[in-house]
């Protein structure tokens, strides 16, 4: 496997140097190619299936996991130890697990792994001694190295498989965009059963020899604090982190001085978020872009590059095309479904044949879902999704517009707009929205906001107050939930 050889030739290269540094304890890069070993052995003694589950919390724990299923030629499963019980149950048995690299405080959190999932407990586990195991299987390029699943917004979460080429090209072409070397510092604190800190923050620190801190928990002072202390080259999280970094009181802008990229992706950065980080520290936010399906990353705007919305041109060898709802290319400049093709996009859904010939068109393209258009200069900017889409009074409004607003409101922190069905308009818009520490809510003035920056059919029918805004682990706002709260009663007679 060319990323595995990747990933233990720079630890045999510096085996001493830091190559982890997470909550509990500090890893050279050598204890995490020991553990790896050790791990691999109860790996084969206690699973005889060719997928092995990896429950662990963001940490130097994970990459050792990673490399142990892949020594003995197994595809990992990342769980989300944040699923339903029902959709925890559901992955396991999907993926045919019988065993699952964990620990206790993990098992405790979800209550309990599945019924035939076996634990093989790290923190019960002694890794002194010499290592059991000193050899690795090669996986071939075309093999499935990882089974990431989606996280299920509608229907059962899918298995997307990426194969081991899928991973290699993506860290290849990340590393080509930005000139990432091992003399950087990598922080993040995003979930590593998501691609996003799978690939980005897990993966690519490894391959190419560099240092990554870890912090399970998002709060917003300690990862100040971590800059501070560590000086990291690269900070790698979602807006909502971003948005709270910024209302951190006692942050400094030489706390972050040493930031070359500050990097956004999971969802759209809102303008007050990217405008009210480059007042407080002085850096713009170079957004990126990409899905589970595509390893993730195929766009990223290099803040040399910045433009306002802009998430870049694709990584080399991704060609993107813009397509209407008849899969005809538009015009350059026009908006349309945003269409994907290179050597990172997945291989398919597990299990799921015929979803996995469905999401890709007449030429191979992977259908993103996304709305997007693309400049004379080959950015991209994502304007919306088509299953979020309003329809009102006959016309297309993307939530992300009327949101883009109401974020820019004095006392709103964020904000999310779904649409409500409706008998004369066909839909209406509702927006939710969190506010900033100390604000108090008044929905008359952030409706007169709305109607002063938006034509009158997109000004929110209601707006109500939310403590906080659902979440999925990686910080995205769950629109699907707060759709679902929306009674009949609010239905205008």
């Known amino acids: 496997m060319a990323l595995l050889r990747s990933i233990q030739r720079q630890i045999f290269l510096r085996p001493t140097r830091v190559a982890v540094v997470d909550d509990q304890r500090t890893w050279r890069a050598y204890e995490l190619q020991v553990v790896a070993w050790h791990l691999a052995k109860a790996v084969r003694h206690q699973s005889q299936n060719h997928r092995i589950g990896i429950m662990l919390p963001t940490s130097g724990l994970f990459p050792a996991a990673v490399m142990a299923g892949w020594m003995l030629g197994r595809t990992i499963v990342p769980i989300n130890y944040l699923l339903s019980k029902p959709d925890l149950e559901y992955v396991c048995a999907d993926a045919g697990l019988d065993a699952c690299i964990t620990i206790g405080p993990m098992i405790d959190l979800i209550g309990g792994l599945p019924d035939g999932v076996e634990a093989i407990r790290m923190d019960q586990m002694n890794f002194g001694g010499f290592p059991p195991i000193r050899w690795s299987k090669h996986m071939t390029h075309d093999e499935v190295a990882v089974l ?5 917004t509608s229907g059962h979460p899918k298995g997307v498989m990426l194969t081991e080429g899928n991973l290699q090209s993506n860290i290849e072409q990340i590393v080509d965009r930005a000139k990432f070397n091992r003399s950087d510092t990598m922080l993040g604190v995003l979930p590593q059963f998501h691609t996003f800190g799978l690939t980005v923050l897990t993966l690519l620190p490894l391959a190419i020899g560099c240092k990554a801190i870890y912090t399970a928990r998002f709060v917003p002072r300690k990862l100040v ?5 560590h000086r990291p080259t690269v900070l790698i999280a979602i807006p909502s982190m971003y948005g709270a970094l ?4 006692d942050a400094q802008r030489e706390d972050l001085a040493s930031l070359r990229y500050v990097v956004s992706g999971g969802e759209p950065l809102p303008q007050a978020v990217s405008d009210g980080f ?9 957004e990126g872009y990409g899905l589970t399906e595509t390893s993730p990353v195929s766009n990223w705007c290099l803040p040399s590059q910045w433009k306002w919305r802009s998430v ?3 990584l080399k ?5 813009i397509v209407d709802a008849q899969g005809r290319d538009v015009d350059p400049g026009s908006e349309g479904e945003v269409r994907i093709k290179g050597p990172n996009v997945m291989a398919g859904y597990w299990n799921l044949p015929a979803e996995s010939k469905a999401v ?6 992977f259908c993103t879902g996304d709305i997007g258009r693309i400049d004379e200069d080959g950015h991209l900017f994502i304007t919306g999704r088509i299953k979020e ?9 993307f939530p992300r517009e009327i949101e883009e607003v109401i974020d820019r409101h004095p006392s709103v922190k964020a904000s999310a707009v779904v649409g409500l069905a409706d008998d004369s308009r066909g839909e209406l818009p509702i927006a939710f929205v969190e506010l900033k520490d100390g604000e108090s809510f008044d929905e008359l003035a952030i409706r007169s906001w709305c109607r002063e920056h938006l034509p009158q059919f997109k000004v929110p029918r209601e707006i109500r107050l939310l403590d906080a805004l659902p979440r999925n682990p990686t910080g995205k706002i769950l629109r699907r939930a707060l759709a679902a709260t929306l009674l009949p009663s609010t239905t205008p007679s």
């Open 278 to 286: 480059f007042e407080r520290f002085g850096i713009r936010i170079a």
């Open 360 to 365: 890709f068109d007449e030429r191979g393209f």
């Open 317 to 321: 060898g991704t060609v993107e095309r």
């Open 312 to 314: 870049g041109p694709p």
């Open 246 to 249: 910024r209302l951190v009181k």
């Open 148 to 152: 990431l699943y989606t996280s299920g």
């Open 225 to 229: 604090a971590l800059a501070r202390s």
């Open 389 to 397: 889409m309003l329809i009102i009074s006959g016309e297309n409004v």
